[in-house]
């Protein structure tokens, strides 16, 4: 039974409770703060683009009365630039993933203004966790809750951009509803009057999307993948300053072999830099000291890598590699797939289908991520890229 307060009583209460609350307004963020502080080693600004230069100017606008779509293939880092360019304490960001209802949208967009506020050394997750830090009596008869609600309200200005990501994952747009999905981003634009950004995997909704966009979106803008800063940023993110070293000595080959690849996705580069380090990792330094050698490994290593993670190759076409590319070449079915000899092709100067590393290795350390040091070493010791005697063909032949 909730208990039943006198009006002065519960302005006191109110005033008690809105005082503490105002008290955590500098905390706001803080766990974001204290991450940017250690991230010590990370890359400049942003590359200048379109984006960048469109996303500048409109968070320059005061009420703009419409909406920013930004769109682009998967994975190329379209939250993460949107994110440098529009920073921690000039943003609200909610993911629109699993939320079904506007309710739960606006919910969500109130929880954005704080995220990370800390009470008491408690941080407040939750309506319940309110009373629970502010030790009132009242709080916990329920007060809390309208009054959370109409804080949050307050500090919810236009003062900040807000960017809605995901659109494509939110429930209400794979259920069909769509208009109820717009209509409620649209109402931050219209009767908010906030900036507000919208990020989504475009080929996935263009079709469905077309007819309802010009509603609510007076911008479209493509993010293109920052592949230069990304490889500066994954670089970044390894432990040792050795390995970052070796990475730094190979981001030619390694920016090459991708620009090579076709590839758009940053996670898959992300996935192929870390792969590397491993193979690196787990090398003997007489293998390290022969570079040229390590730079054959490293492309064709690459290569092969990008390719299974893109779908391009499977673990049965990494065995047998060179006797596949002699029957797609030179074989019957000239006019049938042919994996291996357009892989080769794609990658001049990588070794797909030598002996610089084994279908076995390649297939454990790609397919299945076991990377043996005993057998890299093993099979490095004896190939003539590290500088064990050619092995006469008549003997291959054996």
Not at 272 to 287: G, K
Not at 360 to 366: A, H, K
Request: glycine fraction near 8%.
């Amino acid at each position: 039974m909730l208990l039943l307060l006198g009006s002065r009583e519960l302005a006191a209460s109110m005033r008690t409770i809105i005082s503490k609350l105002k008290s955590m307004v500098g905390t706001v963020g803080k766990v974001d703060v204290e991450a940017d502080v250690r991230e010590t080693t990370s890359p400049p600004s942003p590359e200048p683009s379109a984006l960048s230069d469109y996303l500048e100017y409109y968070t320059s606008l005061k009420a703009p009365g419409y909406a920013v779509l930004v769109t682009g293939p998967w994975g190329i880092g379209k939250t993460h630039q949107v994110k440098e360019i529009i920073p921690e304490d000039q943003r609200y960001y909610v993911s629109l993933y699993g939320l079904d209802s506007v309710e739960a949208i606006n919910n969500a967009v109130l929880a954005s203004c704080i995220r990370g506020a800390e009470l008491g050394g408690k941080l407040l997750n939750t309506i319940g966790d309110v009373g629970t830090a502010m030790g009132d009596k009242y709080a916990l008869a329920g007060a809390a809750g309208a009054l959370w609600t109409a804080f949050l309200r307050l500090k919810l200005t236009p003062d900040r951009t807000l960017i809605f990501d995901d659109l494509e994952r939110s429930p209400l747009w794979t259920s069909g509803d769509k208009s109820t999905l717009l209509g409620a981003i649209n109402h931050y634009v219209e009767h908010g009057n906030f900036r507000v950004v919208v990020i989504c995997h475009e080929e996935l909704v263009a079709d469905k999307l077309a007819l309802q966009k010009e509603k609510v979106f007076g911008h479209t803008v493509r993010a293109e993948a920052q592949t230069e800063r990304a490889i500066s940023r994954f670089i970044c993110e390894v432990p040792t300053k050795e390995w970052r070293e070796f990475l730094e000595g190979r981001r030619n080959i390694i920016r090459e072999v991708w620009n090579q690849s076709g590839q758009q996705s940053l996670r898959i580069l992300r996935h192929v830099i870390a792969d590397i380090v491993r193979i690196y990792s787990i090398l003997e330094n007489r293998h390290k000291d022969n570079e040229g050698a390590v730079d054959v490994l490293i492309r064709s290593f690459a290569a092969l890598d990008i390719e299974l993670r893109s779908g391009g190759i499977d673990a049965e076409l990494l065995k047998d590699r060179y006797e596949k590319y002699i029957n797609e070449t030179f074989g019957d079915n000239e006019e049938g797939p042919r994996p291996i000899a357009n892989i080769t092709k794609r990658y001049p100067g990588a070794d797909i289908c030598g002996s610089i590393l084994s279908d076995r290795l390649l297939v454990d350390m790609l397919v299945r991520g076991v990377y043996d040091k005993n057998m890299l070493v093993e099979w490095l010791d004896q190939n003539s890229h590290f500088g064990a005697e050619e092995v006469a063909p008549w003997k291959i032949v054996i």
